[in-house]
């Protein structure tokens, strides 16, 4: 009987929100705003599921036929208080999959219940609340449609709706695992198109299982630091939202299996990077040889950091001290790269390419400069010294992986004099690695087409990576 009460209720409210309230709602708010208000309100099916329907199929069926309801609402514009005008994206149907999915997950394992809960609280309110405050009100945009007053939306709203989950179903979800728990939603509903139904139900939903099961102070370090890591590089525009989002992983990653000096290599050499790049562009600004900078993006910061980071999961699993100073030289000559090149930059000299045997413009891949070069070595030779003292190896460790990060810089200064892409401007005649220059697309002058600057990288970072582990295993 209780199941039929369930079904009752729950087709009852659902039709009740979409037909009634959307009706009342209708020439009083715009859409947007009429859309995401039922948004919200659509929690109170999960109350209803678990007043009635709980641990039975019947739980999973709610939102599979909601799957076929909304579908043909999007095709036939049957909800109309709920479907957008330009139909550009299935996000109904997206939510209902979604919700299908962790529910149907709770089914088979209960202990994913209350998770399920967690993870609708944030679909509804916090998905909700960040387009109820990001449409209606004016704010910085962080996304093609996302807003940074949508975003504190989202968190604050996830937060609070948290917190009364907690007090009425789960007691013992601490305060901290709300927060990160809300920042996560907050993060992945950047994410467009409607699937930010998924990104947010499916991230808190597995992290708050991992949360209440499985937390420890690695953890939720590894967790801080990488939430942290995005706020910080996402809204300094110094890396776009999915770039920022792999850093996210990349830095969890370090953490979590490598541990605090692991952690410690990662982000020191990022924030390295970070100031001397500011403070080559300073003075470059003050010399008037300011250059437009572009920012990092996914493939650049998975090509640099994606070997290294793969690396450092191994140490974890195996914990093999080869594998940890492995991960140091392969990140370690993505370092030196980006600060040799920003230093070699503020040289009063051309760059040489000793491989063409010229000078070249600055900032042409190939070029060496006596100052990039030198800041390379210094470099190389700290990076050794660390990647041996973190794990505990010898100083013979130390040498030799100074060697490989420093035979990494050399390796790809020359890919990038003698077989990287480059071209020529039409209108001024300059150089460049571009395919338009001067507002005009530039003209084929040497290299293979396809290997542009990220493909050097990722060579370079490969062969020498490759060579440094057959040394080690031959040795």
Same mark, same amino acid.
């Given at each position: 009987m209780s199941i039929v009460i369930g079904y009752i209720l729950i087709f009852l409210y659902a039709f009740g929100l979409i037909?009634?309230?959307?009706?009342?709602?209708?020439?009083?708010?715009?859409?947007?705003? @009429?859309? +995401? =208000?039922?948004h919200t309100m659509l929690f109170a099916i999960w109350v209803f599921i678990d007043l009635f329907l709980r641990d039975t199929v019947h739980q999973i069926i709610i939102p599979v036929v909601f799957i076929f309801l909304n579908a043909m609402s999007y095709k036939f514009k049957i909800y109309k208080s709920v479907e957008r005008e330009d139909g550009n994206h299935l996000g109904t149907v997206?939510? *209902?999959?979604?919700?299908?999915?962790?529910?149907?997950?709770?089914?088979?394992?209960?202990?994913?219940?209350?998770?399920?809960?967690?993870?609708?609280?944030?679909?509804?309110?916090? !998905?909700?609340?960040?387009? $109820?405050?990001?449409?209606?009100?004016? #704010?910085?945009?962080? /996304?093609?449609?996302?807003?940074?007053?949508? %975003?504190?939306? /989202?968190?604050?709203?996830?937060?609070l709706s948290m917190l009364a989950f907690k007090a009425i179903y789960l007691p013992e979800i601490g305060l901290g695992a709300i927060a990160l728990l809300a920042v996560t939603a907050?993060?992945?509903?950047?994410? !467009?198109?409607?699937?930010?139904?998924?990104?947010?139900?499916? @991230?808190?939903?597995?992290?708050?299982?991992?949360?209440? /099961?499985?937390? &420890?102070?690695?953890?939720?370090?590894?967790?801080?630091?990488?939430?942290?890591?995005?706020?910080?590089?996402?809204? #300094?525009?110094?890396? !776009?939202?999915?770039?920022?989002?792999?850093?996210?992983?990349?830095?969890? *990653?370090? @953490?979590?299996?490598?541990?605090?000096?692991?952690?410690?290599?990662?982000?020191?050499?990022?924030?390295?990077?970070?100031?001397? &790049?500011?403070?080559?562009?300073?003075?470059?600004?003050?010399?008037?040889?300011? +250059?437009? &900078?572009?920012?990092?993006?996914?493939?650049?910061? $998975?090509?640099?950091?994606?070997?290294?980071?793969?690396?450092?999961?191994?140490?974890?699993? *195996?914990?093999?001290?080869?594998? %940890?100073?492995? @991960?140091?030289? &392969? =990140?370690?000559? /993505?370092?030196i790269d980006s600060v040799s090149s920003d230093v070699g930059t503020l040289s009063t000299k051309k760059p040489y390419d000793i491989f063409r045997r010229r000078y070249v413009e600055t900032g042409l891949s190939g070029g060496m400069s006596l100052l990039g070069t030198l800041s390379a070595l210094v470099s190389s030779v700290i990076i050794g010294l660390y990647a041996a003292w973190a794990p505990g190896l010898s100083w013979e460790y130390a040498l030799t992986a100074g060697a490989f990060v420093f035979l990494q810089s050399i390796a790809d200064s020359a890919l990038g004099s003698l077989v990287q892409v480059k071209y020529r401007c039409r209108v001024c005649g300059a150089v460049t690695e571009k395919k338009r220059h001067c507002d005009t697309e530039t003209e084929y002058l040497s290299g293979v087409k396809c290997i542009n600057n990220n493909a050097v990288n990722l060579i370079s970072s490969v062969a020498i990576t490759a060579l440094a582990a057959a040394f080690y295993l031959a040795f």
């Open positions: 037909f009634a309230v959307g009706k009342l709602l209708q020439g009083r708010v715009n859409l947007e705003t @009429s859309r +995401k =208000i039922i997206y939510f *209902s999959i979604a919700v299908s999915v962790i529910m149907a997950l709770a089914y088979f394992f209960p202990e994913l219940y209350y998770p399920s809960g967690l993870a609708v609280c944030c679909l509804t309110f916090g !998905d909700g609340f960040a387009a $109820l405050i990001g449409y209606n009100t004016v #704010s910085k945009k962080l /996304c093609a449609h996302k807003s940074l007053n949508g %975003f504190i939306a /989202c968190a604050a709203a996830s937060a907050a993060i992945c509903e950047l994410i !467009d198109f409607g699937l930010d139904n998924f990104t947010v139900t499916f @991230s808190v939903f597995g992290l708050s299982y991992v949360l209440l /099961c499985h937390a &420890s102070a690695e953890l939720y370090t590894g967790l801080i630091a990488a939430v942290l890591v995005f706020l910080v590089v996402f809204f #300094s525009r110094a890396i !776009d939202y999915y770039g920022a989002l792999l850093s996210m992983l990349m830095v969890f *990653s370090f @953490s979590y299996c490598g541990s605090g000096r692991a952690l410690g290599f990662l982000l020191g050499s990022y924030f390295v990077i970070f100031f001397i &790049s500011l403070a080559a562009k300073m003075l470059r600004k003050a010399r008037g040889q300011e +250059k437009q &900078s572009d920012k990092r993006g996914f493939w650049q910061i $998975l090509i640099n950091g994606g070997i290294g980071t793969a690396l450092i999961i191994f140490y974890g699993i *195996s914990g093999n001290k080869t594998f %940890f100073l492995l @991960s140091m030289i &392969s =990140i370690g000559g /993505c370092f």
